[in-house]
């Protein structure tokens, strides 16, 4: 084996005039959680319909599982697995209720569909809500059967887009829950997400994706790396007390501190996060400085791209997808009040 679960390319994809795919290259290490990372419109799903043999491509070559997506696509298909392409999970029935059918659909027979999804609702923590309607579901349980659904005939690839689209923060942590297990299971996970905090948590490699083509391949620190990391800000209440607080954050940090005057912020790229939040903290308190807010400030999937293309994602969401019509925009993930 090449020790690749998937490569592609120079994949091209075009609907009339509109380039969704121009010349895209990916390669997705076995027994990893691959990240593709993009805004609305990036070419993502495209990228995912062609790799699992759904539409055909244009241009150029992939293998997935060591098989050529254009010419063995039948056997591409016996090694994958798609969320979303069973979405059609039965509400009336339950969760154990639709894969028992899915395994059955699978021509497990009927014993083997039960084991199997017995096993699956047990992997997919759905044991205490096995014998209920998928109605009375949440979101995240949900989503967690449908990734069930999609491991019946345990794919040694599985793709899910944008798995956890629409799903509120706990949803989002049960659904990630349960991609660590797969992968911990030895199935090669590529993951598309709107999110650098989710590819972030999830991917040990991130490809970020823009018009249709690769711009950045990296794992997630060397992408931060990128648009300079971490970095502490503090917020002060006092104008005057803006270079007391400069000295203060210069300690912890390799550059020279930038300040805002208007907001009376001061901040700087850090490497030891918690030591430096802890620290500078510490010290103003020491000093009597007034602390409006300090926290740590990750990079947003706003700045990497920002960084990468030199606009905005979103510019990219102004090109709808359908699927997607919700344009989102990763929210700053700072630690507030950690002074208090
Ligand atoms: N069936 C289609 N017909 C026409 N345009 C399409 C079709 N599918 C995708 N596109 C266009 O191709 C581009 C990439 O779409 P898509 O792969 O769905 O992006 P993403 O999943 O990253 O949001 C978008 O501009 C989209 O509007
Ligand atoms: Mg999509």
């Known amino acids: 084996m090449s020790g690749y679960a998937v490569r592609a390319e120079g994949l091209e994809k075009r609907y009339g005039e509109k380039r969704a795919l121009d010349g895209f290259d990916l390669a997705v290490r076995e027994g990893t959680v691959h990240g593709l990372l993009g805004p609305n419109g990036a070419g993502k799903t495209t990228a995912v319909r062609i790799l699992s043999t759904l539409i055909r491509l244009d241009g150029g070559q992939a293998q997935v599982a060591g098989l050529d997506v254009a010419r063995q696509p039948r056997e591409v298909r016996a090694r994958i697995g798609l969320t979303g392409q069973y979405a059609a999970v039965d509400e009336v029935l339950t969760g154990r209720q639709n894969l028992e059918m899915f395994g059955r659909l699978f021509h497990l027979g009927g014993r083997r569909a039960r084991l199997r999804a017995g096993e699956l609702l047990e992997q997919f923590d759905l044991v205490d809500a096995a014998d209920k309607g998928v109605g009375k579901y949440s979101g995240?349980?949900?989503?967690?059967?449908?990734?069930?659904?999609?491991?019946?005939?345990?794919?040694?690839?599985?793709?899910?887009?944008?798995?956890?689209?629409?799903?509120?923060?706990?949803?989002?942590?049960?659904?990630?829950?349960?991609?660590?297990?797969?992968?911990?299971?030895?199935?090669?996970?590529?993951?598309?997400?709107?999110?650098?905090?989710?590819?972030?948590?999830?991917?040990?490699?991130?490809?970020?994706?823009?018009?249709?083509?690769?711009?950045?391949?990296?794992?997630?620190?060397?992408?931060?790396?990128?648009?300079?990391?971490?970095?502490?800000?503090?917020?002060?209440?006092?104008?005057?007390?803006?270079?007391?607080?400069?000295?203060?954050?210069?300690?912890?940090?390799?550059?020279?501190?930038?300040?805002?005057?208007?907001?009376?912020?001061?901040?700087?790229?850090?490497?030891?996060?918690?030591?430096?939040?802890?620290?500078?903290?510490?010290?103003?308190?020491?000093?009597?400085?007034?602390?409006?807010?300090?926290?740590?400030?990750?990079?947003?999937?706003?700045?990497?791209?920002?960084?990468?293309?030199?606009?905005?994602?979103?510019?990219?969401?102004?090109?709808?997808?359908?699927?997607?019509?919700?344009?989102?925009?990763?929210?700053?993930?700072?630690?507030?009040?950690?002074a208090a």
Request: net charge negative.
């Open 140 to 338: 995240g349980m949900r989503r967690r059967l449908d990734l069930a659904a999609s491991m019946i005939l345990t794919p040694s690839v599985l793709f899910l887009d944008e798995p956890t689209t629409g799903l509120d923060p706990r949803g989002r942590g049960e659904v990630w829950e349960s991609v660590r297990a797969l992968v911990t299971g030895g199935t090669t996970v590529l993951l598309t997400t709107q999110y650098l905090e989710e590819a972030d948590k999830l991917a040990s490699h991130i490809t970020v994706i823009d018009q249709g083509r690769a711009i950045a391949d990296d794992t997630p620190d060397g992408l931060k790396n990128t648009v300079g990391g971490d970095r502490i800000e503090v917020v002060l209440a006092e104008r005057a007390d803006i270079p007391r607080a400069v000295k203060v954050v210069a300690k912890v940090s390799d550059a020279e501190p930038e300040t805002d005057e208007t907001e009376l912020k001061v901040h700087a790229p850090v490497t030891d996060r918690v030591s430096a939040l802890t620290e500078v903290a510490r010290t103003l308190q020491d000093e009597g400085v007034q602390v409006e807010d300090i926290g740590l400030r990750r990079p947003s999937l706003d700045d990497v791209f920002m960084r990468l293309t030199g606009h905005r994602t979103d510019v990219a969401q102004n090109t709808e997808d359908p699927q997607n019509p919700k344009a989102s925009k990763d929210s700053k993930d700072s630690k507030k009040g950690a």
